[in-house]
């Protein structure tokens, strides 16, 4: 497994992402409208993807939320890279992004509905926290977050 950091202009992000948007119209249901409002890619500056033998197949990302706080956004393995490893290579490769940029701590926001994502978090030693806006009056929302310096 390859993984680069790259931005919001990498094609193969662009690509994965659009995957995510289509598996989370699924997931979310009636939801789905609220939360896309909060997942445009246009000011991500800090993107990395996950390549096996030169295809994509995981993304993730973060962006500045508040002082000394990132959020991690757009974090994604299409079915092919599942029970892999790749999210767990893409989640390590974004937290060791954040130490090089000297960051104290992450946040995050994931769906009751995503088993998956709640239980990488978990295997992180990610906490939950109660949810931050926008998502404090959201019912299907986690929200976690992670010291990481």
Known sequence: MDIIRTDQNNVAFQLLVRSLNQELSIR??????????????????????????????????FKTFDKDIVEIKRMYTNPEGRQKGVASAVLRELETWMKDLKVPKCILETGKNLPEA??????????????????QNTENSICFEKKIL
């Open 118 to 135: 709640v239980a990488l978090y978990r295997k992180f030693k990610y906490q939950i926290i109660p949810n931050y806006e926008p998502y």
């Open 28 to 61: 979310d249901g009636k939801d789905h409208m609220f939360y896309s409002q909060f997942n445009g890619i246009e000011n991500l500056k800090n993107v990395v993807v996950a390549y096996v033998n030169d295809v994509p197949v995981g993304c993730g990302a």
